[in-house]
C-alpha cells in the first residue's frame, strides 16, 4: 500500500522560512514524479510544483517562483519542499502527491497534509 | 495558462439520482500523438485528501464503484454519479496534467436533497 506522510508545517511569521518532507512508501520512490498541492482554508486546490523521478526537472506556480524549492532524496524515499519569503497568503495546507509516470500525470495517491499558517 | 471551469459550483441531487458535474478548459488537453485526453477528477470529502476516481479523463480508477463516470474531449468534460449513494458526499474537482501550471477547477460541492 502506497503511503505518503507530511511533516514540517507549523507556525511561522511573515518572511520566514519552513522546510516541508514527504516520507513515501510501499512502491518505487524513484519512478514517480512528484508535487506538491496546497489548499488554503476552506478553498479550492491549486497546484505548487512538480519535480520529476530523476529530480532533473522541476516546475512551479507563478505564485511561488523564485520563493520554493522543490527536492528529492530518491535513496531516502523523501520529497521536499523549502518555503522562503513566506506570506500570509501562503497559509494552507500541503499536499504532496505521487504521480503515476515519471512525468507529470495524474495523483493516484495524496499524503494526508501538513498545515502551514503564516501570521504574526 | 489553461483555465479550468467547474459548474455547477453546488448540486443537491436526491438518493439514487444522477449527478453531473461539468468541467471547460480554455484549451484543449487532448495530446494528439496518443488521442488521450489529459484530464482527471478528483473526489474530497471534509478532512480528508483528494481521491482519484478518473484519469485520461473517462478511465475509472482500480476500486472506484462503477457508478462514476467520465466523458468528453478536447475542452468539455463530464462526470456524473449515476446514482448517488450517501457516502458520495464530497467536493469534487477536475484537473488538466496537459500542460504546466496544472490546473484544476474551483470545485463542485455535492450535497443530498
Known amino acids: 500500500e502506497v503511503q505518503l506522510l507530511e511533516s514540517g508545517g507549523g507556525l511561522v511569521q511573515p518572511g520566514g522560512s519552513l522546510r516541508l518532507s514527504c516520507a513515501g512508501a510501499g512502491y518505487t520512490f524513484a519512478r514517480s514524479a512528484m508535487s506538491w498541492v496546497r489548499q488554503a482554508p476552506g478553498k479550492g486546490l491549486e497546484w505548487i510544483s512538480t519535480i520529476s523521478d530523476t529530480g532533473d526537472s522541476t516546475y512551479y506556480a507563478d505564485s511561488v517562483k523564485g520563493r520554493f524549492t522543490i527536492s528529492r532524496d530518491n535513496s531516502r524515499t523523501t520529497l521536499h519542499l523549502q518555503l522562503n519569503s513566506l506570506r500570509a497568503g501562503d497559509t494552507a495546507l500541503y499536499f504532496c502527491?505521487?504521480?503515476?509516470?515519471?512525468?507529470?500525470?495524474?495523483?493516484?495517491?495524496w499524503g494526508q497534509g501538513t498545515l502551514v499558517n503564516v501570521s504574526s | 495558462d489553461i483555465v479550468m471551469t467547474q459548474s455547477p459550483d453546488s448540486l443537491a441531487v436526491s438518493l439514487g439520482e444522477r449527478a453531473t458535474i461539468n468541467c471547460k478548459s480554455s484549451?484543449?488537453?487532448?495530446?494528439?500523438?496518443?488521442?488521450?485526453?489529459?484530464l482527471a477528477w478528483y473526489q474530497q470529502k471534509p478532512g480528508q485528501p483528494p481521491k482519484l476516481l478518473i484519469y485520461?479523463?473517462?478511465t475509472r480508477e482500480s476500486g472506484v464503484p462503477d457508478r462514476f463516470s467520465g466523458s468528453g474531449s478536447g475542452a468539455d468534460f463530464t462526470l456524473t454519479i449515476s446514482s448517488l449513494q450517501a457516502e458520495d458526499v464530497a467536493v469534487y474537482y477536475c484537473?488538466?496534467?496537459?500542460?504546466?501550471?496544472?490546473?484544476f477547477g474551483g470545485g463542485t460541492k455535492v450535497e443530498i436533497k
Open positions: 484549451q484543449s488537453v487532448l495530446y494528439s500523438s496518443n488521442n488521450k485526453n489529459f
Open positions: 484537473q488538466q496534467y496537459y500542460s504546466s501550471p496544472l490546473t
Open positions: 485520461w479523463a473517462s
Open positions: 502527491a505521487k504521480s503515476r509516470s515519471h512525468f507529470w500525470s495524474e495523483y493516484d495517491s
